[in-house]
């Protein structure tokens, strides 16, 4: 179901339009139809049938098949049934027209409806239908078709549109990088250089210069040596004044 998922907006629970054929079918298998078409489409299904399709079953004189479809929700198709006095088919489309009239909504099938049917040719007219999952039992087997060659040209036609709207897209794009580029380019080129503010040094002043200079030894040996024979002098100078 990925493809009807994607492309036409599928999505669960699916809608499954079955005829009495299908359930007839299932019952005298011993299927359970529900299970089965759960399993085969691997989601969550609505099975729904046709008051046309209910009438076809009730002359069957299934029992067991008209109990089972009556647990399906009846898919209101405008056809009215037989009126009394009236003879059952007067009323009613056969269930080939009812279910060929209930999916196929002006070309297309609107309702998105999976189609669970025994009629070979009910399903060869939706062959020509695109969007339309067909399900059957063969034997003991229920089997889905393969999507039919309408529904493959739709998906087809829409992949191209979505491919050539991307490039239509992308090309507008593609283009104004293209003339941004060597602009910027030469606009770097021609634009002058800026020094690097890690390599530029601070100016130091001319006090803060002389402060960093250090002073030679020899004149710090000079004042303590002359700090030294003041201190002598004065000694002396003491012990004479004394004498």
């Not at 059952?88 to 060929?100: H, M, P, Q, V």
């Not at 040719?121 to 939706?126: K, Y």
């Not at 059957?136 to 089997?143: G, T």
């Not at 003339?179 to 002058?192: L, Q, V």
Request: proline residues 5%; glycine residues 4%.
């Amino acid at each position: 179901m990925a493809e009807y998922h994607l492309y036409f907006g599928f999505r669960e629970p699916y809608q499954v339009l079955v005829d009495e054929e299908i359930v007839i079918k299932a019952v005298s298998t011993k299927f359970n139809l529900v299970r089965m078409l759960e399993r085969n489409l691997q989601g969550q299904v609505k099975v729904m049938i046709t008051q046309c399709a209910m009438e076809a079953l009730y002359r069957s004189k299934n029992e067991e098949a008209i109990n089972l479809a009556k647990q399906f929700e009846r898919r209101k198709c405008g056809h009215r049934p037989a009126r009394k006095g009236e003879d059952e088919e007067d009323g009613t489309l056969s269930a080939f027209d009812c279910i060929k009239s209930v999916v196929n909504v002006k070309g297309q099938n609107k309702h998105r409806y999976v189609v669970a049917t025994q009629k070979l040719r009910l399903r060869q007219v939706f062959h020509k239908l695109p969007g339309v999952p067909l399900i059957y039992i063969e034997r003991s087997v229920m089997l889905m078709e393969d999507p039919s060659p309408a529904t493959e040209q739709v998906r087809r036609r829409i992949e191209e549109a979505k491919l050539h709207s991307g490039l239509n897209d992308a090309t507008p794009v593609l283009q104004k990088h293209s003339h941004e580029e060597p602009t910027n380019t030469a606009n770097r080129r021609k634009g002058p250089k800026e020094p690097n503010p890690l390599s530029a040094k601070k100016k130091k002043t001319e006090g803060e210069q002389d402060n960093s200079q250090p002073q030679p030894e020899g004149e710090k040996k000079k004042r303590r040596r002359k700090h030294k024979r003041s201190a002598q002098n004065q000694q002396h100078s003491n012990e004479s004044d004394s004498n």
